[in-house]
């Protein structure tokens, strides 16, 4: 498995926040393959998985912010009704937790694209594979 590096990274939920961490990766030329934002009342957390994970990171770091670069697992389902449920049954039967997921249709097709957090990222990524299971790599998003 190559895995793929998700920043995540715990801000204050206040006005402009959010933009900074936009701003930062646009001046460096980073793009944003996809992103989800996690909110509670005075704090929140952004993932985002970005076409150049390591100079995302040094742009928010330079910028003066902090990310935590986490190993996540991404899938390629069909859209349609139980495509979920399928990787989700292959994955309880391997025993593996999910912390969290979040989907993005793909730009290819008619398949979406489900990114998961596991406690172990590789051997679930083996578990998922050997169910079946159509794993992406970075360079694949």
């Known amino acids: 498995m190559n895995p793929v590096h998700q920043l995540s990274l715990f801000m204050?939920?206040?006005p402009g926040r959010l933009a900074r961490v936009a701003r930062a990766l646009a001046d460096a030329g980073v793009g944003i393959i996809t992103m989800t934002v996690a909110e509670a009342a005075q704090y929140g957390v952004a993932r985002l998985i970005a076409d150049d994970w390591q100079r995302a990171a040094r742009a928010l770091e330079e910028a003066g912010l902090s990310a935590r670069v986490t190993e996540v697992v991404a899938v390629r389902?069909?859209?349609r009704p139980g495509g979920l449920a399928g990787v989700l049954a292959v994955a309880e039967k391997a025993g593996v937790n999910v912390d969290y997921m979040?989907?993005?249709a793909s730009r290819r097709g008619a398949d979406a694209?489900?990114?998961f957090r596991f406690a172990q990222p590789r051997e679930?990524?083996?578990a998922l594979a050997a169910g079946g299971v159509a794993l992406l790599e970075e360079g694949e998003l």
Do not use: G, I, K, Q
Request: glycine share 0%.
């Open 12 to 14: 204050e939920n206040s």
């Open 77 to 79: 389902v069909p859209d």
């Open 102 to 104: 979040y989907a993005f």
């Open 113 to 115: 694209v489900l990114v």
């Open 124 to 126: 679930a990524a083996e």
